[in-house]
């Protein structure tokens, strides 16, 4: 096992991301969104202004409501490209479901099915589209991932960007509408309250967040992404890992007439994420589930404390479901039975806005997550 060449802990600020200057852009972004909403009128529509910060947005149409949402893959392609480099394997099919992910797992927070997803694959310039086996393994992990969720792929823009996207780079993107049919599926937290359970969906790695903070640790490696982090696998093979869908469970709790009280995609901020919606209200941890090996990991060679790791990393839990205590274990049942993990990790409380992270004795202030 190696360990970080300077001897001192890697935190993701270090990595070029912070988030307390990025936060008050998409605030001021939302505060002039919001004063948009009102056109929605002229078409004989509305917003539902609950929607306003959360995951997708959401427009009453009458029968039913619809909702969207686009989301960036980010720098995962930088441990793609890395790794095709090094080992001749294109991982672009894993890359594919990384980011129809980013989209549908943000949708489905608010009680959406995902109808249509579009693509948004911006390169460098035109040679990149000219690697066969990579542009085959983008098309066909695309094709894979919509079958999964059951979702059109709808189109996309396929732009050569020279002079803003590095050559030889592409930025990924993707955007998901989805309906919330019948309209009691809606998911805005207006019934989240103390006594919920939450339960928590397993994350299959590290899904798309964090990569800034992998790619510096890669760096102090002596092996870099070829280091194996003592499971026989390699840390380039680990990061890779494409991001749980976790569409096929919210349908199938529908069908089974579980409507959460809210839902919580576990991406950047981490387990502060818990505490989205705007309430005062405690969400005590009380089991947490095992860490994937790459965060494990990462957390012992960045030298994270718990505090850092969980309030930046998915540390395992990609998704979070907030219900009625008596649904619960049906719940993590129906999860399971789609083929995705799960457990009851903790309970909603009266209480000052925070997360309580029990076993790790780590709490998240209010403070610690600021989202509007």
Known sequence: MTSPASGTPLTYDQAGVNYDLIDPL????????AATGAHLGGHGFSE??????????????????????????????L????????????HYDSIAQDTIAMAVNDLITVGATPLVV???????????????????????GWKKACDTCRVAWGGGETPALAGI????????????????SPKSRLSLGDKLGAGDAIVFLAASGIHANGLSLARKLAERLPQGYLTDIGN?????????????????????????????????????HGWRKLMRHPKALT???????????VLDFMQRECQLDDHEAYGTLNMGAGFALYLAAGDAQRAVDIA?????????????????????????????????????
């Open 26 to 33: 998409k605030i001021a972004a939302q505060r002039a969104a």
């Open 48 to 77: 539902v202004a609950a929607s306003r910060g959360e995951s997708a947005y959401v427009v009453d149409v009458g029968p039913m409501y619809l909702a969207s949402i686009v989301e960036c893959l980010g720098t995962k392609t």
């Open 79 to 90: 441990v793609a490209d890395e790794m095709a480099r090094l080992t001749g394997k294109s």
């Open 118 to 140: 579009q693509a948004y694959w911006a390169a460098g310039g035109s040679d990149w589209f000219s690697d066969a086996a990579r542009s085959q393994a983008l098309v066909a």
């Open 165 to 180: 996207v590095a050559d030889g780079r592409v930025d990924l993107a993707a955007s998901c509408t989805g309906i919330v």
């Open 232 to 268: 026989g696998q390699t840390y380039g093979d680990a990061l890779l890992a494409p991001t749980a869908l976790y569409s096929p469970v919210t349908e199938a709790l529908a069908a089974a007439g579980i409507v959460p009280h809210y839902s919580a995609n576990v991406t950047g």
């Open 283 to 293: 969400y005590r941890i009380t089991a947490v589930p095992p860490k994937t090996a």
């Open 336 to 372: 399971r039975s789609s083929g995705v993990e799960a457990m009851i990790a903790g309970q909603v409380e009266d209480g000052p806005k925070r997360v309580v992270i029990d076993p790790l004795n780590v709490t998240f202030g209010g403070d610690e997550l600021q989202l509007r």
